[in-house]
């Protein structure tokens, strides 16, 4: 099952050349689900080559225009390309008036459903499960309401040994309840043990999505072991005191919470536009947590650790 | 005195690859006038090298996305950027209420003036003079309230003949009387005719931009030989009735519409994103008005015929 994600912004605050702010989207068996959403992230689409169309749902951590300012553009490019399919979007609850005032001045009336789920900047929960993941809010400390969204896949059914079910010609009704777990009776009475006929699935994967917050052991203390985890580093540790001001972190805090949350992989963005190159971030994170990449616009992570 | 027009969109409603919405940059004796505002505007200024903090003035033609959705996200980088200086924002009023509810929400408190200065899109209007120009709206005929604008240079002062100035040593306080046009009387009595002393200032330009619009002589009337007309051409002629349905026009009628008008050039924008490449779009605006260009990202016109 498809689990990655792609880069689309990496800059905080305002876009320099080269970088834009804050978008990604995930692919989670091959369903699209964006994460934030700055201005240019459509333009960003349709430089990598991702169809909006695909998008199921979007998730807003917070209302600085460096993470939601494209969305209406791209729910209005949706709507003129045609589409159809409900779109849900977790997001502060304000986001729901700012979208609807700038629909309401344009006379637009989607012609797709959009469906608003708010989240709680406080309290942490469950905002979403269907059949591949559930997605669940984490509290963050930024100068305004942000949450951050942990994403964790469900633990698929067994996976049938596809000779060992010819060899038996076990008829197709019964492979569900193998693959949850079954033992097979053969009309010889004989049983065949589930572990001979099938192979556990693969480990569910995570991804931990930290958007801007003040470093805290509160919102560490909620992601036990993930697969991949996005935290924003958007000074060097010399900058901290300015960190601390704006409700940011460091490279070397976004590694330090990598090693508390017992990441398998660490991947920085949310960079200040003071920094023209990038190295000595990333040099600063791998300090304390080694596997450590960059979020460079285009790029695709496999969350596979 | 440059009065030149710098692309930053071209195309309609959606973004496209190599095509951003609609929004462009005049350059008036060294101040910037920002016209129209789509969502990656600021990403098309650092792409073409074009500094916000030089925009003194801002002009929303109307309220669909394609023409105003980069610009929370301008102020907010103008004021990250540090800008003291006011801005002025001309544009139909509702703008203020979207503007002041996301920044209400980002809990941004502009470090910067902005006054906003309300458009009317059924009665024309001067809404600008400054020592440069006379700016005054066109109002439009499309889905919603929407204006044009016509910028129109004022006639400079008169040039010293430098040569002759020297060659008599007439003192400086007199200038700013010759160049307004008076005689000079020299000690011994002698009168120097004005005509002797300087030449005239180069004829004003003018520059008419004609946002999205059904086609009609309303407007047509109103811009009386303009030296360089932006038209909207959305789509081909043979899409007409299309046009009049979403109240836009085709190439074929911004042709006329120059023209009419009597303008010097005509350059043609707001493509469709059906039209992949340019040159069917130009070719039937040329078939009436030769003197057609496209608008194409980053181009600079120089207003000159």
Redesign the interface.
């Known amino acids: 099952m498809k689990f990655e994600v792609t880069i689309l912004g990496s800059s905080s605050?305002?876009?320099?050349?080269n970088r834009?702010p804050t978008a990604q989207v995930l692919n989670i068996n091959d369903k699209l689900y964006l994460v934030d959403c700055a201005?240019?992230t459509?333009?960003q689409m349709?430089?990598f080559d991702i169809k909006a169309s695909r998008i199921e749902y979007i998730f807003i951590s917070h209302?600085?225009?460096?993470h939601y300012?494209?969305l209406?553009?791209l729910l209005?490019?949706m709507h003129?390309?045609g589409r159809k399919k409900t779109l849900k979007i977790f997001c502060?609850p304000?986001?729901k008036?700012?979208v609807d005032?700038?629909l309401k001045?344009?006379?637009t009336t989607l012609n797709y459903p959009v469906e608003f789920i708010f989240t709680d900047a406080v309290t942490r929960g469950i905002i979403l499960e269907n059949q591949d993941v559930f997605v669940e809010t984490i509290p963050l400390d930024h100068?305004?309401p942000c949450t951050g969204f942990l994403f964790r896949q469900k633990k698929r059914l067994k996976k049938l040994i596809k000779e060992r079910i010819e060899e038996l010609h076990i008829p197709i009704p019964y492979y569900t309840a193998l693959k949850r777990g079954a033992d097979y009776e053969a009309p010889d009475g004989t049983i065949h043990k589930n572990n001979t006929l099938t192979i556990e699935s693969d480990e569910p994967k995570s991804y931990a999505y930290v958007s801007d917050t003040l470093y805290s052991d509160k919102y560490t203390g909620q992601i036990n072991s993930v697969s991949m985890l996005y935290h924003e580093a958007t000074f060097l540790n010399d900058m901290l005191d300015r960190a601390n001001q704006t409700h940011h972190t460091t490279a070397l805090q976004a590694g330090e919470a990598a090693m508390k949350v017992n990441a398998g992989k660490l991947v920085i963005g949310h960079f200040s536009a003071r920094y023209k190159t990038l190295n000595e971030l990333l040099d600063e994170a791998q300090s304390v947590f080694p596997n450590t990449e960059l979020a460079v616009e285009g790029k695709t992570f496999v969350i596979s650790e």
Chains 1, 2 share one sequence.
């Open positions: 605050a305002t876009p320099i050349f834009n201005e240019g459509q333009q349709l430089r209302l600085h225009g460096d300012l494209g209406v553009g209005s490019s003129l390309n502060p304000p986001l008036e700012i005032l700038q001045y344009s006379e100068r305004i």
